[in-house]
């Protein structure tokens, strides 16, 4: 995807309307997030909503999931403070938190009721199994959208089973990992810009110049056939040449 075609999806995206629909959009957000909240946040802003894309996602969730705090209720802030200032993010802060709140307070006063049961405990770890698996799927649809990366897919996926293996199976501290895995795509991303940019300063005066020597300037005439050029057109025409 090149810059005008990023720009172009851009100025499609919607906004929110008030931030009353910032309120409430969020509120109905946080509701679903049983689990697998990555699915659900990603379908509602991005599918649904179109308050942006699949890559402007992904950059901003990865900045809400080195935040302090929960990522999600950091995203929701980023959002709010883009379109409205600091009021839109305390209201989508209070959206995520207010109503959602209390239905979590409900539902652990009628879960402790049932804890003790069997049943209840099977029913946690198979939610937890769909949670996994709704992870894991978005994750996959929104692989897509790394081949824009300005560090190129492999690597990014490269850098994804690095910390997969740190975390999964050397059972790393999170505290190592991210400055390790994530300095690392840090420098690499440093180093891809800096290719981009020299390259850009070598391609941008020679497609200028291009461009010129094929369209001139307003009010510079074009240069006129020379006089063998004229003869030759005049008598394949089966004129007179030209005196």
């Not at 999600?72 to 993010?89: E, H, K, P, Q, T």
């Amino acid at each position: 995807m090149t810059r005008s075609d990023a720009t172009d999806h851009t100025a499609l995206l919607n906004a929110p309307r008030s931030r009353g629909d910032l309120f409430w959009s969020f509120t109905w957000l946080a509701l679903q997030g049983f689990g697998g909240v990555l699915a659900v946040v990603q379908r509602e802003l991005v599918e649904k909503k179109r308050w942006m894309t699949r890559e402007q996602f992904i950059e901003d969730w990865a900045v809400a999931q080195i935040m302090p705090g929960p990522n999600v209720v950091n995203l929701s802030m980023m959002i709010g403070d883009r379109y409205f200032g600091l009021s839109g993010a305390l209201v989508a802060l209070t959206g995520m938190l207010l109503l959602p709140t209390l239905v979590v307070l409900a539902l652990a006063i009628g879960f402790a009721s049932v804890a003790e049961y069997d049943v209840a405990q099977r029913a946690l770890r198979g939610m937890g199994a769909v949670a996994a698996g709704l992870v894991i799927a978005t994750g996959i649809k929104l692989m897509g959208a790394l081949r824009n990366s300005v560090m190129g897919l492999p690597a990014c996926v490269a850098l994804g089973v690095a910390a997969f293996v740190a975390i999964a199976l050397l059972r790393w501290p999170l505290g190592w990992v991210l400055p390790a895995v994530g300095g690392a795509g840090c420098v690499w991303a440093w180093i891809c810009l800096g290719r981009a940019h020299r390259l850009t300063a070598v391609v941008a005066p020679a497609t200028a110049a291009a461009a010129a020597l094929t369209h001139p300037p307003d009010g510079v005439p074009e240069p006129e056939a020379s006089e063998p050029a004229a003869a030759l057109t005049d008598a394949d025409s089966g004129q007179a040449p030209t005196p």
